[in-house]
């Protein structure tokens, strides 16, 4: 391969209380994102969308795909917060599609992952994965809490950045997902640094959604 | 793929697709109030009438010592698309016994990284010219010449960022240079971008490592971090000059493209110097936006400048090239 891709993940909880309007809500935002990297010549060429999901277990519906080749996916709520298998299988799909710098080609540019998640895990297996991340650091992954249900305290186990979205109606959904394309479409602008062990820098937070200090 | 590389409305649905634009940065490249700070640490980027005009493509051809020099540094698509101004400079200058010639490439996610690569670039050739220019040298006076240009360089923009008051890591720079004294070349680098030595028997090699990671555009060194200038001090490497037929000096925007530099750049000094036969396959899915020869046009800066415009799914990034041919030194594969 000879593209190198700014990969992007959405590892969105689908458990029960997702049900309704958050759940619709996530799709629709992942339809609006798709329609702003479209807008973007750049993300056109280098961002790659995945979209994983977890709940009583964790799948990953759509594998990484480029922009002007992705479809929105349905999603159904339903079941547990099994967020350690979640977080097992990104590094899964990290492992399996990710491209590293080597000495024959450049890698992959640092992924982007946002996590959702609007209630606390269920199972009990989550540390050891988010302890991984953390350890491994495999890409640039910031963790939204979902209205105020959200276990924030988990999330920060797993990604220094959390963010917290003040309630799950459709418009903080929507300012959402357009913090995402923005955080993409800065991303694929300014990659290019990594010093200080840092990572991207984000755009400013759209009114409704603050950043966890 | 060409300038509107983007597609219309025939995908999955009917969004319509971004095509890439020209956009004039809107903003002055050096802030009025700052030019005195300019002036003070990097003169020589500060015209008679007190301006920097900036321009999304520059060049330059010269002969000097023994050796023929072309360069050409040009604002990147994306750059261009977001009316933002080229983060990349270069600069060359000539003196008694050699020449010094630099790149750099200002680091996307700092605000005024363009300035760091200019102050940069020049700032660490005037060094190296008022270090060996001035009166004839010793060979070995090279070595200390170089590491009181880093210095100096170093410290001009810790100047710089203190005089406007700005953060050091606004001002985030790579730096490559080559140095011509006395029949020895002297390289030093900080940050990703890459060499090409082309020896007399046939051999290509990259002299000095860039600086990356796992992933791409990881670079742990800039100008002027903590710890970047003692970097660039210890890259240093020197070499008989006639042992060299040319030397290529590259930011990333075409190593990226061309990466591995080592490997590609046999193919990249032909289509220089030859051009683009038809049929002829680039390496990386490279596609040629100057198939003519650059080397013997009537306008070779123009020539290079034009071919730095070659595409590559992904790579839009500001580009910056430099070639230094010695005369009568012959490379063949």
Redesign the interface.
């Known amino acids: 391969m000879?593209?190198?891709?700014l990969p992007v993940y959405i590892l969105a909880d689908v458990s029960g209380s997702m049900q309704g309007t958050p759940i619709e809500s996530v799709k629709s935002g992942i339809r609006q994102l798709?329609?702003d990297l479209?807008?973007?010549?750049?993300a056109?060429?280098?961002a790659y969308l995945s979209v994983l999901t977890f709940s009583d277990s964790a799948q990953q519906i759509v594998p990484l795909t480029e922009v002007?080749?992705?479809?929105p996916p349905e999603l159904v709520a339903s079941g547990q917060t099994n967020f350690g298998d979640g977080l097992r299988l990104l590094l899964e799909v990290f492992e399996r599609e990710l491209v590293?710098?080597t000495?024959?080609?450049?890698?992959?540019?640092?992924p982007l992952v946002f996590i959702l998640s609007d209630g606390a895990p269920t199972d009990v297996d989550w540390p050891v994965y988010a302890q991984q991340l953390r350890e491994r650091r495999p890409a640039n992954i910031i963790a939204v809490a979902c209205g105020d249900q959200a276990d924030v305290e988990a999330l920060k186990q797993v990604t220094e950045i959390v963010i917290q979205m003040q309630d799950m109606s459709p418009d903080a959904f929507k300012a959402f997902f357009r913090f995402v394309s923005a955080s993409v479409k800065q991303t694929s602008?300014?990659?290019?640094?990594?010093?200080d062990g840092g990572g991207i820098?984000l755009p400013p937070p759209p009114p409704g959604i603050t950043i966890v200090p | 793929m060409n300038s509107s590389s983007a597609l219309n409305t025939d995908g999955a649905d009917a969004t319509p697709r971004a095509v890439w634009s020209v956009v004039a940065p809107e903003a002055p490249w050096c802030p009025p109030e700052w030019l005195d700070h300019l002036l003070a640490v990097a003169p020589a980027l500060v015209g008679a009438d007190g301006h920097v005009p900036p321009a999304d493509a520059v060049g330059m051809q010269a002969r000097h010592n023994g050796w023929s020099l072309l360069s050409a540094s040009s604002r990147g698509r994306l750059h261009a698309h977001r009316g933002d101004y080229r983060e990349d400079a270069d600069a060359t200058v000539a003196f008694v016994h050699g020449w010094s010639t630099a790149v750099a490439d200002g680091a996307g996610s700092a605000s005024w990284s363009r300035l760091g690569a200019a102050i940069a670039t020049a700032v660490f050739t005037h060094a190296v010219r008022d270090n060996l220019g001035h009166g004839r040298k010793p060979a070995d006076a090279l070595e200390q010449a170089l590491q009181e240009a880093a210095r100096t360089t170093h410290q001009a923009l810790r100047d710089f960022a203190a005089r406007a008051g700005i953060l050091l890591r606004d001002l985030r720079t790579t730096l490559l240079t080559a140095t011509l004294h006395q029949g020895r070349i002297g390289l030093m680098q900080v940050g990703d971008g890459a060499m090409a030595w082309f020896h007399v028997d046939g051999r290509v090699t990259q002299p000095l490592s860039g600086d990356s990671g796992d992933f791409s555009g990881e670079v742990t060194h800039f100008l002027p971090d903590d710890g970047a200038v003692e970097q660039l001090a210890r890259s240093m490497w020197i070499a008989d000059a006639n042992t060299c037929a040319t030397l290529l000096l590259v930011t990333d925007g075409v190593e990226d493209a061309w990466y591995p530099l080592a490997r590609h750049a046999p193919a990249l000094l032909t289509q220089l110097v030859a051009g683009v036969m038809d049929g002829t396959v680039l390496p990386n899915a490279i596609v040629s936006s100057h198939p003519a020869p650059v080397l013997g046009a009537p306008d070779p800066v123009q020539a290079l400048i034009a071919w730095l415009a070659f595409e590559k799914r992904g790579e839009n990034d500001d580009r910056t090239l430099c070639l230094l041919t010695r005369d009568g030194g012959s490379w063949a594969p």
């Not at chain 1, 479209?38 to 750049?42: K, N």
């Not at chain 1, 000495?103 to 640092?110: L, S, T």
């Not at chain 1, 602008?189 to 010093?195: D, E």
């Open positions: 000879s593209t190198r891709r798709h329609r479209l807008g973007d010549p750049q056109i060429e280098s002007a080749m992705f479809n590293r710098t000495a024959d080609q450049k890698g992959d540019w640092r602008a300014k990659v290019g640094t990594f010093s820098t």
